[in-house]
């Protein structure tokens, strides 16, 4: 059953993958509260993590709704890449990212000798939120991209030695 089927198709956020980009926008806003009642000053990845995913996700939110996401990728590599590629690899990269925060939050939590730890529990809770909601969006793309690779594709097969042509297409 495909998921998409129950929405209407001019509204671009109620179809999947991109359902979760503003997901994603909203736990960078809730990751970056909790890492900043920290107070803590060793937490720089956790803010460079939180601050690219922020970035990019509002950048992926307002191309979207603006619906010109197509046009600015081809622009900028003119026409090698295509979204679902750059959706796919910064998907991938802050998925990896959040899963290295999310032990570095609650590795940090541990080391709070005085004040609370709670705000790096939290980011470490959000952070797996986080990763959640950019892998997803990756295995996604990934399966879909995979599936119309296999249908693009010629099924050519090789045929038997003696047989009177040497290739056979599957038709």
Known sequence: MDLNSHFDSDIVFLKLPHLFKPLQVICAIVLAICVGSTGGG????????????????????????????????????????????????????????SAISIWLSFGLASKVIFGSSAGYIAAGLFFIVHAVLYAAPCVMLYDAMQANGRAERNDVQVAHPFSESSYQYDV
């Not at 191309?63 to 026409?79: C, Y």
């Open 42 to 97: 060793e937490n720089g990845v956790i803010w460079f993590v939180v601050f690219v995913s922020l970035i990019i996700s509002a950048l992926a939110t307002a191309l979207f709704a603006l619906k010109i996401q197509d046009s600015v990728i081809e622009s900028i590599s003119n026409g090698s890449l295509t979204w679902s590629v750059v959706e796919m690899v910064y998907s991938f990269v802050l998925a990896v990212l």
